[in-house]
């Protein structure tokens, strides 16, 4: 038993080697951001980027999804972002006769909400509120659990 755990360990290091030789070519800054990333993976966790323009913050990402197999989507954050721009909406056919769900940005396994510091505080708070409980709504509507462990 113990053998086997040595060995995933081993796997699972010389995965994140690897990794982390792959993102550092698309990586300006550094060298700690791409571990926390890594990091941030193993633990299932969120990162926050925050760094000055043109470091590659965008190409990271993009970079980290392809290493790891991931479906990569982007929401570029304005002030006139509406909550369709996220979750997407139904569209009319009109061969069909029929509306269908056409999926927003959130359904993917990999998503970079760049740009979220935009705009003046008061809306940037008010927007937070407003996407938590939109967000807590689908998760209700779609049985998923709201607060998973």
Known sequence: ????????TSSLVKLLDRA??????????????????????IAKGHVLLVDVPGVGKTT??????????????RIQFTNDIL???ILGGSIYSATDGKFSFAPGPIFTDFLL??????????RLDNRAKRWQKLWRRFLQRANLPVNPA
Request: glycine share 6%.
């Open 1 to 8: 038993m113990l053998q086997q755990v040595e060995a995933d």
């Open 20 to 41: 982390h030789q792959v993102l550092a070519q698309h990586w300006l800054g550094d060298d700690f951001v791409i571990e926390v990333l890594l990091t941030s993976i």
């Open 60 to 73: 990271l990402a993009k970079s980290m999804a392809q290493v790891l197999g991931l479906d990569f989507n």
């Open 83 to 85: 909550p369709a721009d």
């Open 113 to 122: 909400a760049d740009e979220i510091n935009r705009g003046a505080r008061e």
